[in-house]
C-alpha cells in the first residue's frame, strides 16, 4: 500500500521554463512534507519542506504547495536549469514526533533541456 | 565533511556471509535512520535510533538485520547471513533533536551480494 505517490516517473522541461513536480498522499496522519532531489551514486539532497499549517513555502527558485483537502503536494522550480536534473522525492513525515519515519514516494526523474 | 558519512560506499558479499555498514551522523545530530532503496523504487524506511536506543525498528525485516548507535562510534546495520534479494542501496540519515527538523543523507552504501 503505497502511501505516498509520485505517478509521474519522469518530466522533461526545456532550460528556463517551470518545472512541475507532483505527489499524492492517503495517510492523513502525514503533516510534514519534504522534496529530496538525488543524482546518481549520491544520497538524497534536501531542498525545501512544508508543515501542514502552511499551503505555501518558497525557497529561491523552489516552491512547494501544498493542498490538504486533496491530499497532494508539488515542487515549483522556476526557471529550471540543466543542473536540476536529477531525481526528486517526496516525503512525508508523520504528526508529533521529533525525528520519526519519512514515507517516500518512488520519484520523478526530472530532464531539463539546455 | 561535515555531512553524513557512510562507509563503505561499496561492499560485495557472497550469500550467507555477514554485512556490516557504519554510518556516522552529522555533527550535532543524536538521530539516525536507516533506509533502503531497490532498484527503481523509492527508499523504505528501516529503522530509527537515538544513541543506545532503537527508537523504531518497524521497517526492519524480523530475521538477519539488527541495527546499534553505541554511546561512541558510529551506528551499524548489520544483516546475516546475506541472500541476494539483500542487494540494494543502503542509506543513513540524521537529524538535530526537535520537531520537523529534516533528515540529511549519506551517500549511501551499495550492497551487492553474489
Known amino acids: 500500500d503505497q502511501q505516498v505517490k509520485q505517478n509521474s516517473p519522469s518530466l522533461s522541461v526545456q532550460e528556463g521554463r517551470i518545472s512541475i513536480l507532483n505527489c499524492d498522499y492517503t495517510?492523513?496522519?502525514?503533516?510534514?512534507f519534504l522534496w529530496y532531489k538525488k543524482y546518481p551514486a549520491e544520497g538524497p539532497t534536501f531542498l525545501i519542506s512544508i508543515s501542514s499549517i502552511k499551503d505555501k513555502n518558497e525557497d529561491g527558485r523552489f516552491t512547494v504547495f501544498l493542498n490538504k483537502s486533496a491530499k497532494h503536494l508539488s515542487l515549483h522550480i522556476v526557471p529550471s536549469q540543466p543542473g536540476d536534473s536529477a531525481v526528486y522525492f517526496c516525503a512525508a513525515g508523520p504528526r508529533n514526533n521529533a525525528g520519526n519515519m519519512l514515507t517516500f514516494g518512488g520519484g520523478t526523474r526530472l530532464m531539463v533541456k539546455p | 565533511n561535515a555531512g553524513v558519512m557512510q562507509n563503505p560506499r561499496h561492499l560485495v558479499r557472497r550469500r550467507g556471509q555477514e554485512a556490516r555498514l557504519r554510518c556516522s551522523p552529522m555533527k550535532g545530530h543524536s538521530h539516525v535512520y536507516w533506509y533502503r532503496q531497490l532498484p527503481e523504487e523509492g527508499l523504505k524506511f528501516m529503522v530509527y535510533?537515538?544513541?543506545?536506543?532503537?527508537?523504531?525498528e518497524s521497517g526492519m525485516p524480523k530475521e538477519r538485520f539488527s541495527a546499534e548507535f553505541p554511546k561512541e562510534g558510529p551506528s551499524i546495520l548489520r544483516i546475516q547471513q546475506v541472500v541476494r534479494g539483500d542487494s540494494a542501496a543502503y542509506f543513513c540519515?540524521?537529524?538535530?533533536?526537535?520537531?520537523?527538523?529534516?533528515?540529511?543523507f549519506g551517500d549511501g552504501t551499495r550492497l551487492s551480494i553474489l
Open positions: 540519515a540524521s537529524s538535530p533533536v526537535g520537531v520537523r527538523q529534516p533528515q540529511h
Open positions: 495517510n492523513s496522519m502525514f503533516d510534514y
Open positions: 535510533l537515538q544513541k543506545e536506543n532503537i527508537i523504531d
